[in-house]
Every structure is written in structure tokens, then in C-alpha cells.
Nanobody, 127 residues
Framework: QVQLVESGGGLVQTGGSLRLCCAA?????????MGWFRQAPGKEREFVAV????????YNADSVKGRFTISRDNAKNTVYLQMNSLKPEDTAVYYC????????????????????WGQGTQVTVSS
């Protein structure tokens, strides 16, 4: 069992930046592929960015390419989402997710692939 705690959300103006952090409880954090997902009111949860357990492979949704960057620090049991050039349509609750992964450089984009979820952090972008 791994517990995930997100932080870093808030209210920002269009064009601003935020950095989300997700701290994991497990010392075997490096065994987990990680992902960031978001859910806006009335919409389904969608993937934003994912990263392999090694950190060597990442993948972003088309809607955030060139603006968001996912990274991880396995020594700190933390995954990050740097969000730049924020837009009102980025407004959502952002969730961190984890799943065990045998493969070093595989990432997973489907929410149902993940076993563990954080409680979410609200990101609001004002126009």
C-alpha cells in the first residue's frame, strides 16, 4: 500500500505557473510508475502526464504539451508537475496516481491502470 499526498494547487491568473508535488509514503517509490490526472466539474477524469518508474520516459496529453512537465525524484519519493502558461481550461482537481511496474521505462495513460490515488489538489485559473 502506498499513500500519496498532493500539494501546490491554488488560484492563478491566465499565463501563470504552478508546481504540483506528490509525496509518496513508500520507500519503494522507485518501483512505481506515476501519473498526473485531472477532473473538471461534469467531466471524466483525464490523463495529463505520466512517467515511468525510472523517470526515463514521460508522456504528456496533447492539451498540455509544451506547457507542462512531469518529473520525479526517487530519492525524495516525490513526483512533480510543473505547469506553465496556464489557461482557464486547465482548471480542475489534479490527482496523483501510482501503480507498480515491472518494466523500467513503461508509462501508463489509462486511469484504470493505477492502483493508488491521492486526495487531489484544486487548480483554478482565472481569465
Amino acid at each position: 500500500q502506498v499513500q500519496l499526498v498532493e500539494s501546490g494547487g491554488g488560484l492563478v491568473q491566465t499565463g501563470g505557473s504552478l508546481r504540483l508535488c506528490c509525496a509518496a509514503s513508500k520507500r519503494t517509490f522507485s518501483s512505481y510508475a506515476m501519473g498526473w490526472f485531472r477532473q473538471a466539474p461534469g467531466k471524466e477524469r483525464e490523463f495529463v502526464a505520466v512517467i515511468s518508474k525510472s523517470g526515463g520516459n514521460t508522456y504528456n496529453a496533447d492539451s498540455v504539451k509544451g506547457r507542462f512537465t512531469i518529473s520525479r525524484d526517487n530519492a525524495k519519493n516525490t513526483v512533480y508537475l510543473q505547469m506553465n502558461s496556464l489557461k482557464p481550461e486547465d482548471t480542475a482537481v489534479y490527482y496523483c496516481a501510482a501503480r507498480t511496474s515491472a518494466a523500467t521505462d513503461t508509462y501508463y495513460t489509462l486511469p484504470q491502470s493505477y492502483n493508488y490515488w491521492g486526495q487531489g489538489t484544486q487548480v483554478t485559473v482565472s481569465s
